[in-house]
């Protein structure tokens, strides 16, 4: 019994994409072209793993550089971590050389004022009261050491005359107020300070500035004297031996960075080759080995390295030969088996016509190998599918279709089923849902799916929507039965595999449904997903690309039902692009 929920159907006309298509190329075709595109494959990879110099790289590009380069992050973090350092190590050297510098001057400079002070002091007690003015001016002049210091003699508050007495160019300016505060405040002893000393006609030089005060016992007045260091000769050794220290520095972060690199490289070398190596044996060339040089750690990785890759290529090539085998065992099998089936079908037909001439059992008999037969000749057309899908000649028989009708006949050949099962279906299918895909196969998919639906519903609605967009069309079949548990989610498509062993089956199934549906979607460049949950159901999404030059990108239905109550496994993301993939060659 097919319930309508009453959803709108509109009969808008979807415009019709036409395309070419395509036809089966000969196997051994496919064969070369797979070779060609495992070819470029390799080569694309081995182009983008191979490092370009900083030098040679856009700077655009430099952020993707320090995420994929191990050897840049060190190299980087060494010159960083040096940088920081030495520009500590510099200031604290430079520090203490200045300091040292200028408090050697300092002391030499007071030893040098205190002999001069006692010598003044000496000169101007001795000195006449009437021409005391003019003996300053003398010693002023006479204590004045040029290129070494110069002397400026202020008068304080205390002294009758207001004449400031100076040698060679030096401003009064040059003393600052807090000094001259300092000397008047208390002139018993030495105050010091460092300033730039100012020159009336040439440039301002730093120095020191030495202050005290004399006192002329005759007259009673105070002045503060003042010598004046230049240092200049010290700022020119301070300026030495800065330059030396960053040109170490410099040569020492150089030096750094280059030691860093090549140890990096030693290692890093190594691991890119290996990388490279990985990728080849990843894309099919077993036969990549690394180059082993010398006995040292590394040299071991790359035996290590190569033993493991010459493991995995002998059982790769054994499982190859097996699955090749395999492959062939099945596909002769399921060939031979069609004649004397064939043989077996025709003598089943004639008992089976006949059957009411016989007593109940040997009727109920013909029945039974009839119903057996018949699910028998699905078990091997669903084998014989299989091995054209492993032997990659699966081909398209594309047409536009709408993926409604399709729904629909599929809801008719299980009409029988649906009612046994007591099972109502919604359809959420309001507009056509057009695309160019081979109908047969996609008929078998949806058969697949709503059948596994109806048995596994419990009587349960069944909900079917369609739905498209620019570039892709789907299906979704949801039913609310008892689902399946998040570790069997993967498993699902698995060949014969079944959700519950012990359930009795009441449609024939054979156990490959599901798997020939995943090749199906993947030949059409589609994809197949599955959702489950315990108690709450499964939702199958089948995404097909309404043109065969489409790639996908996404579906127009959602990955989870709106209607689960929980969410307890992950969408399971099974399908993919299409792809056949060569086996071991043929010997």
């Known amino acids: 019994m097919v319930v309508d929920p009453g959803t709108e159907v509109h009969t808008g006309q979807i415009a019709d994409h036409q395309g070419g298509q395509p036809t089966a190329p000969p196997e051994q075709e496919a064969a070369e072209s797979r070779g060609t595109e495992l070819e470029l494959t390799v080569a694309a990879v081995d182009w983008s793993a191979q490092p370009q110099p900083l030098w040679r790289t856009h700077p655009k590009h430099w952020p993707d550089i320090w995420r994929r380069s191990i050897q840049a992050r060190i190299v980087t973090g060494t010159l960083l971590m040096s940088t920081l350092v030495l520009i500590l190590v510099g200031w604290v050297m430079m520090s203490q050389v200045t300091d040292g510098v200028l408090e050697s001057r300092r002391m030499s400079a007071q030893a040098e004022v205190r002999a001069q002070l006692q010598q003044l002091s000496v000169t101007i007690d001795a000195a006449n009261r009437n021409t005391v003015n003019q003996e300053l001016s003398k010693l002023v002049l006479g204590s004045n050491r040029p290129g070494l210091y110069d002397v400026l003699l202020v008068p304080t508050d205390q002294a009758a005359s207001n004449a400031i007495r100076y040698t060679g160019l030096v401003d009064s300016n040059s003393i600052p107020q807090a000094l001259a505060s300092s000397v008047v405040s208390d002139g018993s002893k030495l105050w010091d300070t460092y300033t730039q000393i100012n020159y009336r006609e040439s440039p301002s030089v730093p120095g020191l500035v030495i202050g005290s005060q004399i006192r002329i016992d005759s007259t009673g007045d105070k002045y503060a004297i003042y010598f ?94 097996l699955s090749r085998l395999q492959r062939r065992f099945v596909s002769d099998v399921s060939h031979e088996l069609r004649t004397p089936l064939t043989t077996v079908r025709m003598a089943a037909d004639l008992l089976h016509e006949s059957r009411d001439q016989f007593d109940p059992i040997s009727r109920r008999s013909v029945e039974l190998l009839q119903n057996e037969l018949n699910r028998f000749e699905e078990l091997l057309a669903d084998l014989l599918e299989i091995s054209r899908f492993d032997a990659g000649a699966a081909a398209l028989d594309l047409e536009d279709v709408d993926l409604r009708d399709i729904v629909n006949r599929v809801l008719e050949n299980h009409e029988t089923l649906l009612d046994r099962k007591g099972c109502p279906v919604e359809l959420d299918m309001p507009r056509p849902c057009r695309a160019k895909v081979d109908s047969r196969r996609i008929e078998r998919i949806l058969r697949n799916l709503i059948g596994n639906a109806i048995e596994h519903s419990e009587g349960l609605p069944i909900r079917i929507s369609t739905a498209y967009d620019d570039d892709a069309a789907a299906v979704a079949v949801r039913d609310h039965g008892i689902g399946f548990r998040p570790e069997e989610a993967e498993m699902v498509f698995s060949r014969f595999w079944r959700a519950d062993p012990a359930r009795a089956r009441t449609t024939g199934g054979t156990g490959l449904g599901l798997s020939i549906a995943l090749e199906d979607a993947r030949l059409h460049g589609g994809r197949l997903d599955a959702w489950g949950s315990p108690g709450d159901g499964a939702y199958f999404r089948l995404t097909l690309p309404r043109r065969p030059d489409v790639a996908l990108t996404g579906s127009p239905l959602p990955p989870r039902p709106p209607d689960a109550t929980r969410v307890i496994t992950e969408l399971v993301d099974v399908g993919a692009p299409y792809q056949k993939l060569s086996g071991g060659e043929e010997r």
């Open 228 to 321: 004046l260091f230049p240092l200049t000769a010290q700022q020119e050794t301070l300026d030495v031996v800065q330059r030396a220290l960053f040109t170490a520095g410099l040569l020492l972060i150089v030096l750094l960075g280059a030691v860093a690199w090549l140890v990096t490289r030693q290692v890093v070398t190594p691991v890119r080759m290996a990388r490279r190596i990985a990728e080849r044996l990843a894309a099919g060339k077993l036969e990549e080995r690394m180059q082993v040089r010398g006995t040292d750690d590394l040299a071991r990785l790359a035996v290590s390295f190569n033993k493991m890759a010459s493991n995995l290529q002998r059982q790769i090539r054994r499982l190859e030969e």
